[in-house]
């Protein structure tokens, strides 16, 4: 996909429009192959966390990304750096699909897709206002960068129902966490390959894992591996840091024909 993204970044400039200010939602984004808003619904709790929710309708033929693209691509970003009593926005994934254009194997979304967003407020009980600049990609043939400026209140209707309904549906959307007969581990490492070995259930079909480079790692898509009995997935590592980051884990998601889960492994 590298070699589109880049050709369509050289003939389409990033899109940069403002949805203003409406209630607890913005006005849709209209860029070409999809819409975009973002929206909340409720008021931060004592903890100073409000729901809310990045919301990419994609038109037939159109794709976005999951949160690792492999070797290009863009995922959804979002920086609330400009708004008011907001520290920090948490995007969370739904179970991807695997894509090969011929060029590469990545994960994202082929569907209209509503990725839950978790604010933050630094003070809860003060008012919140969100500044929100989004950045994400979009591909048909060529993939195309969208850059947008979204402002909301979400102080104005905050009960909204159908943003209520839309949230749910979207949180209720992701993968579960792992299980002891639905999980996956590392069964080996030699610098260059993980190999990772997934339990999933006895009814479940279709195995695909998913794995997002952080910290200076990067992998190739996960191959399955053939052996009796196991579901084995060998994950090419392409890069990785000089020395093992001392905190933290690299996120994986595993689907299957019942469902999905995601959770942690240990880096390589």
């Not at 203003?20 to 973002?38: I, Y």
């Not at 179970?95 to 090969?100: C, G, L, M, N, T």
């Not at 002891?180 to 490492?189: G, H, M, Q, T």
């Not at 399955?224 to 020395?243: T, W």
Request: hydrophobic share 40%; net charge negative.
């Amino acid at each position: 996909m590298r070699h589109f993204f880049m050709i369509a970044a050289g003939l389409v400039l990033p899109l940069f429009l403002a949805a203003p200010a409406f209630s607890s939602s913005t006005d849709w984004l209209e860029v070409e192959g999809a819409r975009v808003r973002l929206l909340t619904f409720g008021l931060p709790d004592s903890d100073g966390l409000l729901n809310g929710a990045l919301e990419i309708d994609l038109q037939p033929g159109w794709k976005t990304y999951w949160r690792d693209p492999g070797d290009a691509g863009v995922p959804p970003q979002i920086d609330i750096s400009r708004s008011t009593n907001i520290v920090s926005a948490e995007i969370r994934f739904p179970p991807p699909e695997r894509f090969d254009d011929g060029y590469s194997k990545w994960a994202g979304y082929k569907h209209p897709v509503t990725f839950p967003v978790t604010f933050t407020a630094k003070a809860p009980g003060e008012p919140v206002k969100i500044a929100a600049d989004i950045f994400l990609g979009i591909c048909e043939t060529i993939c195309i960068p969208v850059q947008g400026s979204f402002t909301l209140d979400p102080m104005i209707a905050s009960d909204n129902p159908d943003h209520a309904g839309l949230i749910k549906a979207a949180v209720d959307a992701l993968p579960r966490s792992p299980a002891p007969d639905f999980n996956a581990k590392v069964r080996s490492s030699d610098g260059k390959t993980l190999l990772v070995e997934a339990a999933i259930p006895e009814n479940a079909s279709a195995p695909e894992f998913f794995i997002a480079g952080e910290q200076g790692y990067m992998f190739a898509a996960p191959e399955r591996v053939a052996e009796d009995g196991k579901v084995l997935f060998a994950v090419p590592v392409l890069e990785r840091p000089d020395s093992k980051p001392a905190s933290g884990t690299l996120h994986y998601t595993l689907t299957t024909s019942v469902g999905a889960v995601e959770g942690n492994l240990p880096f390589p």
